[in-house]
């Protein structure tokens, strides 16, 4: 971003140090964004491995925007009753209820089947309005009249006929509800969509979303993360287990130690009062970083040799 005038990476700017005052560490690629969403309107489709943060974006951008997080959890099989509202079944069959012991009385006077009818007709519109209306987390965040920030979290679990149906939501933030009309957003959330890269996403999503790729950081950038998400680690220790995780990943293993990784780590450490690594220490707390038996078993034979190249900062 160097080419950039100092006019415009002065927003970018603010960004990473309000997201870094609520203990985020954020890229300037980050930062931009999340600045060129707020000013566009445009949903962020936040990719990368698991544990690198995307989660953790959103919740810290509504933590210093000081606006309410709503979080709707993506899984196969996720439908419109489940994101967007659902009727209050129980009341309305309450309601019934009553409406059938006052039948009398509201038919008292009808002129006719027509006329009986219609008044019928008016309850049947009463049963299907807003007060018996249940709205999930997509209708909420369209109904905050502050914004709101909004998390699809793992889009890549739900199908793709849900894709499909949070079009009308990303690309005008609004919903059509059939009994009720189409409800707009009166203050657009900023939306962030996270995806494990299980499966591919739609043009027709892509199109509507900033695309954003987390990842995983370098040595520098993870003791920054490191400091910020456990500050008691000393930096001693910091630079070894940074240096180590870093090695670990030029391994070949079914699955890479992310920086979520990195920081239970660093609290497991700090709980075991270590200051700096051994490899006793590393051996038996080597399950924190690596979550598949046939990748501890692969590293278990270099755990000396990784554990020397780390205090050496190699």
């Not at 005052?21 to 964004?33: C, L, M, N, P, W």
């Not at 219609?118 to 807003?130: Q, V």
């Amino acid at each position: 971003m160097n080419d950039i005038p100092p006019e415009q990476t002065a927003p970018v700017d603010r960004i990473v140090k309000g997201l870094g005052d609520v203990g985020y560490i954020a890229s300037e690629q980050i930062a931009t964004a999340i600045f060129v969403a707020q000013n566009l309107e445009k949903p962020i489709l936040v990719e990368g491995s698991a544990g690198v943060g995307k989660t953790e974006l959103a919740l810290s951008t509504a933590t210093w925007l000081g606006l309410p997080l709503i979080r709707m959890q993506c899984y196969e099989g996720l439908d419109e009753s489940k994101a967007l509202y659902e009727w209050k079944y129980g009341k309305q069959l309450l309601y019934t209820q009553v409406l059938k012991e006052k039948l009398h009385d509201v038919m008292a006077g009808a002129q006719g089947l027509d006329q009986a009818m219609d008044r019928l007709h008016g309850f049947d519109d009463l049963f299907f309005s807003e007060q018996f209306l249940e709205p999930r987390p997509l209708l909420k965040a369209l109904r905050e009249d502050h914004g709101a920030v909004l998390l699809i979290d793992e889009i890549d679990k739900s199908d793709e006929e849900f894709e499909a149906f949070l079009l009308e939501v990303l690309s005008a933030f609004q919903v059509s509800i059939p009994e009720i009309g189409t409800i707009q957003a009166k203050k657009p959330p900023l939306v962030f969509l996270t995806s494990n890269n299980m499966r591919e996403m739609g043009d027709a999503l892509k199109r509507r979303c900033l695309h954003l790729y987390i990842p995983l950081p370098d040595a520098k950038l993870e003791q920054q993360i490191v400091a910020s998400r456990v500050p008691g680690v000393e930096e001693r220790l910091r630079k070894q287990l940074v240096s180590f995780v870093q090695l670990l990943r030029e391994q070949d293993l079914k699955k890479l130690p992310s920086i979520s990784e990195t920081i239970d780590w660093a609290r497991v450490l700090i709980l075991l009062h270590a200051s700096s690594l051994s490899p006793d220490l590393v051996r038996n707390t080597l399950n924190v970083l690596l979550k598949f038996e046939q990748d501890i078993a692969a590293v278990t034979p270099q755990i000396a040799e990784l554990t020397r190249k780390a205090a050496q900062g190699r």
